[in-house]
């Protein structure tokens, strides 16, 4: 069974904006903690944004200013919005559940490239 359904990746430009989407099954998403995750070619597996089951929020330092990660409890669903987008924000991008400890399965992810 598909545990979580990203979307909304693509081409853009450097300086440009994506929101990405991730819908997720079952009915505990609404008490849990999530995070997106990116990995890029030849790299491991980062954690880059974390939202709590009540809302709050952490980013690393490297997309903090430009990143907002976001909930919507009711439609099972997170997002992430990214403006000014750089090249090396190049990557999978990822849902799951926060802490890695507690990730079960993972999604096929939504490619986002950053290029001109």
């Known amino acids: 069974q598909v545990q979580y359904v990203e979307s909304g990746g693509g081409l853009v430009q450097p300086g440009g904006s994506l929101r990405l989407s991730c819908v997720a099954s079952?009915?505990?998403?609404?008490?849990?903690?999530m995070g997106w995750y990116r990995q890029a070619p030849g790299k491991q597996r980062e954690l880059v944004a974390v939202?709590?089951?009540?809302?709050?929020?952490n980013y690393i330092d490297s997309v903090k200013g430009r990143f907002t990660i976001s909930r919507d409890n009711a439609k099972n669903t997170m997002y992430l919005q990214m403006n000014m987008l750089k090249p090396e924000d190049t990557a999978v991008y990822y849902c799951n559940r926060h802490p890695s400890v507690v990730v079960r399965y993972w999604g096929q992810g939504t490619q986002v490239t950053v290029s001109s």
């Open positions: 079952g009915s505990i998403f609404k008490i849990v903690s």
């Open positions: 939202i709590s089951s009540g809302g709050s929020t």
